[in-house]
């Protein structure tokens, strides 16, 4: 028997630790698989050999299990490290899995974190070293490649969308003139921003204007389209990408200048931009509302779709590790909407890998202000259900995760 060791890195979701659970559900099922550990803190954990022992927490607790399922956010924690590919730092990877008799390497994260995955197969595949390197997918943005939809952007779908409904309900109170501009996450693909769009309903035509970073945005535009819904509507609600950019490729909001460690530019305040550039042109009452970190780990308003589909990608990314492949990545086909089914499969790491999945131009309206049938059929089966989240106090209980503070604790129930 090998082990096992899993890891969880990038941004946070409602269902990352969905594809947890699933994976060590897997793990602990196979009589291929003896201890299975998880990197605290990703790959950036396991260079400095944190590890918890994820067997020893998990081993007959099915209940726990379920309650890791649907707790929000990473139970293993996260980092943004980027691996540099060297020798060095391989070998020294290397040297602290096999002293941990390690076989199956299991890594759920985003475009970045599967640059992890294709580094170190490629690596452990050159030098004939028997590990089997495995991808789990996530993220809110629904951008990567190889695959329908992500885990993580059902439900971060869900939540914009419903917070679009209920800020709807609330400016329908007032007879005066008003425009919210709501920010979604959503760098250089607008899905996120896309998914607004299921708020409407029979009685309710919010959000009105729908702005993604796919097209090219100009203020000028801008301006007259929010000028022509205030004739029609009282309260004006818009929603925008944080990433939109003007004619010339540049973030609308003046950009910090500050990167993150994979050498993406930190952006941000699109919403308070526009809102100055209401007030300045029209001189009506307007808000900027950004949910920022809010819509990643909305478990309480989490899809069960998402939560049982997520689930599913763990446990399959595991059964392709078990079966012998290296350097691939659980993902995922529709095959129909009506009923919605999808298959499930494995797929080479390198379609996914630093690289991005755009919303298709024939989703987007010609003017570009708002989205397509398309899109909207495309979105709705992937908010469906309702996860029973358990609740404790009158608020969800979330799993035990004070062995990420190394002030408290280690991980007891």
């Not at 925008?240 to 909001?253: H, L, N, R, T």
């Not at 259900?385 to 979330?398: C, H, I, K, N, S």
């Amino acid at each position: 028997m090998k082990n096992m060791i899993i890891g969880q890195s990038g941004g946070p979701t409602a269902v990352i630790n969905s594809s947890l659970a699933g994976a060590i559900e897997a793990g602990l099922s196979s009589d291929k698989v003896g201890t299975i550990y998880g990197m605290i803190n990703g790959i950036e954990g396991l260079l400095q050999d944190n590890l918890i022992n994820l067997s020893d927490v998990f081993q007959n607790r099915p209940s726990e299990l379920n309650r890791l399922k649907l707790s929000p956010a990473m139970f293993l924690g996260s980092c943004r490290y980027k691996l540099s590919g060297q020798d060095e730092e391989m070998e020294k990877l290397i040297k602290i899995l096999e002293g941990y008799e390690i076989g199956y390497f299991v890594y759920i994260g985003g475009n970045d974190s599967m640059d992890t995955v294709q580094k170190l197969s490629n690596y452990t595949i050159s030098h004939g070293i028997d590990i089997q390197i495995v991808g789990v997918p996530k993220t809110i943005d629904n951008d990567l490649n190889g695959i329908d939809h992500s885990p993580g952007f059902g439900s971060a779908a869900k939540y914009i969308a419903s917070c679009v409904r209920e800020v709807a309900y609330d400016t329908s109170i007032y007879s005066i003139k008003s425009v919210h501009i709501i920010e979604a996450m959503g760098r250089n693909a607008g899905w996120l921003t896309a998914a607004s769009v299921l708020a409407r309903k029979e009685d309710l035509d919010a959000p009105h204007l729908i702005y993604l970073p796919e097209i090219p945005f100009s203020e000028k535009r801008f301006v007259e389209d929010v000028r022509q819904k205030l004739e029609e509507y009282n309260s004006v609600i818009v929603v925008v990408s944080e990433g939109v950019k003007d004619e010339k490729g540049e973030y609308i909001y003046a950009k910090t200048g500050k990167q993150d460690n994979f050498g993406h530019t930190q952006i941000g305040g699109a919403s308070s931009y526009l809102k100055e550039v209401v007030e300045r042109e029209i001189g009506c009452k307007v808000r900027a509302l950004e949910p920022s970190v809010l819509q990643r780990s909305a478990g309480h308003v989490s899809s069960l779709t998402d939560v049982e589909e997520a689930f599913n990608l763990g446990g399959v990314a595991v059964q392709g590790a078990l079966d012998g492949k290296s350097g691939f990545f659980s993902t995922l086909r529709r095959i129909s909407n009506k009923p919605y089914s999808v298959e499930y499969t494995m797929e080479n790491v390198d379609v996914v890998a630093n690289t991005e999945k755009r919303v298709p131009r024939g989703w987007i309206n010609k003017s570009g202000n708002d989205v397509t049938r398309e899109m909207i059929d495309y979105v709705r089966p992937l908010i469906e259900g309702v996860p029973q989240t358990p609740y404790r106090g009158g608020l969800p209980d979330y799993i035990d995760i004070r062995h990420l503070d190394a002030r408290k604790q280690p991980y007891r129930d």
